[in-house]
């Protein structure tokens, strides 16, 4: 497994090895011990699954607040995304500083977002499959989001905001700046 660090400390992406042959190919997307090795021990608990039919739907930027706030791991099963996480630990020295990731079927990148940063993604394949592992299961009273195109982050999509497939929730989704984030950075 290949770790590499991003521009926001403990945003990592992690690429398994691919082994292809004349029937295609096959990696560990994750193994407890070979990852316990390297550093990063966590139970995950849930696996969820997506399927966005249209290119540019955007899911996100969503977040879960303690007692429930979730480590995810992102891959994609099939298609493409421009997979975002966005610092918003109160007192982070990156508070409000985001990082994207291309993440495909083909180059079998994984992003992992620690507690206390938005995540969110939007598709650029017809047909998308994201697939990704939360340490704590999905809470309802705990859910929550900030809106992807929110000038104050300047996220660049690659798509025209207004042409965004979303969801109510996320049309609905506050500005940063009317936000208040329910995360701290412990240094």
């Given amino acids: 497994m290949q770790i590499e660090e991003t521009e926001l400390p403990g945003v990592l992406i992690l690429t398994p090895r691919v082994f292809g042959d004349a029937r295609g190919s096959f990696c560990e997307a994750w193994n407890r011990a070979t990852l316990q090795g390297l550093g990063i021990d966590l139970d995950f608990v849930q696996d969820n699954q997506s399927i966005s039919a249209p290119v540019g739907t955007v899911r996100g930027l969503h977040y879960q607040a303690p007692p429930h706030a979730q480590d995810k791991l992102v891959r994609v099963g099939h298609g493409a995304i421009l997979d ?5 630990r109160v007192g982070s020295p990156t508070y409000g500083r985001w990082v994207g990731v291309e993440l495909t079927a083909g180059n079998a990148r994984q992003l992992l ?3 206390g940063f938005l995540h969110g993604f ?3 394949e017809p047909d998308t499959v994201v697939l990704y592992k939360t340490t704590d299961v999905y809470a309802p009273d705990c859910d929550g989001a900030v809106h992807f195109a929110d000038p104050d982050l300047g996220i660049d999509w690659g798509i025209d905001p207004a042409s965004a497939v979303l969801s109510d929730k996320d049309a609905r989704a506050p500005r940063f700046a009317d936000w208040t984030s329910p995360f701290t950075y412990e240094a």
């Fill in 84 to 88: 975002v996480a966005v610092d918003v």
């Fill in 122 to 124: 939007v598709t650029r």
């Fill in 113 to 115: 977002v620690p507690k």
